[in-house]
């Protein structure tokens, strides 16, 4: 069993930055991936990012070039650092784990950018 605790979240306007931060209850390195989701209402969770046990991350299209994930290399934490944010970013962004083909979802943290 792996808990995530999230924080971070927000209102944000066009154009500003958010962090959002995921601790785990173990080492992210006993983790195949760990990363964030997001889901818009009346869509279905999309990937945001993740990172892979080796280090390699991958993005969706939509955040590249403008959110990065990192991670904790001496402890259990990701870090997502959200930034120019648009109107389209709002979403509740939930943190993910997989570990040995089984996923671990944080409760959420909404993130909402508007004027």
């Known amino acids: 069993q792996v808990q995530l605790v999230e924080s971070g979240g927000g209102l944000v306007q066009p154009g500003g930055s958010l962090r959002l931060s995921c601790a785990a209850s173990?080492?992210?390195?006993?983790?195949?991936?760990m990363g964030w989701y997001r889901q818009a209402p009346g869509e279905q969770r999309e990937l945001v990012a993740i990172?892979?046990?080796?280090?390699?991350?991958n993005y969706a299209d939509s955040v590249k070039g403008r959110f990065t994930l990192s991670r904790d290399s001496a402890g259990n934490t990701v870090y997502l650092q959200m930034k120019s944010l648009k109107p389209e970013d709002t979403a509740v962004y939930y943190c993910?784990?997989?570990?040995?083909?089984?996923?671990?979802w944080g409760q959420g943290t909404q993130v909402t950018v508007s004027s």
């Open positions: 993910n784990a997989r570990k040995w083909n089984l996923d671990y």
């Open positions: 173990t080492s992210i390195f006993s983790l195949s991936t």
């Open positions: 990172v892979t046990y080796g280090g390699s991350t």
